[in-house]
């Protein structure tokens, strides 16, 4: 008898609790932003909630088109990665100026991935592919380093130097 009284207080509770009253949402979103319900409660919160996810929906549009048109770049104007002749990429195209009418200068130009020295007469210039990384150039004439070296990214950006696209440049106007 213990057991038949407990399953049918269960019973009556759950389906005390399933007939709950549950508030209805507004007709239309306008009513909502008024204040004013048709029937049932929609709090501002609710509204708010919805409206940052319509502009989560329209930020996610915006990066996937963002996505695609930098896609459709890449596709109009591709990148120039040095290849060797077994098919392995050597990096990305560059070019090292020396500007000098007079002085020949010592470029060496390191980074983690890899380290490379050119020495440049007057008016020379040498491509080279490096691979993806943050490198640091010094410039040298008789062993003696000119001014601070400095920093430049090799990435899949491209800059227009020389009437040439390259993804890096390095030179001297002394």
Known sequence: MKQ???SH???ICIFLNSCAYLPARYDNIQSARNGTPDHGTFSRQDYSRWENNQLSIEERGLNLQTKRMAVE???SNPPEIGRSADGTTQGYLGI???FSEYQTYNFIIGGKSESVAFLLGPGQQKEYYLLPDAYQCSVYYDNQQI???WTFQVT???HYFMDRWVHWYV???R
């Open 96 to 98: 090292v100026k020396n």
């Open 156 to 158: 899949l950006q491209k």
């Open 9 to 11: 207080i269960a019973v």
């Open 147 to 149: 001014g601070e070296p």
């Open 171 to 173: 030179l001297m106007r």
């Open 73 to 75: 770049k890449l596709n």
């Open 4 to 6: 038949f009284g407990f």
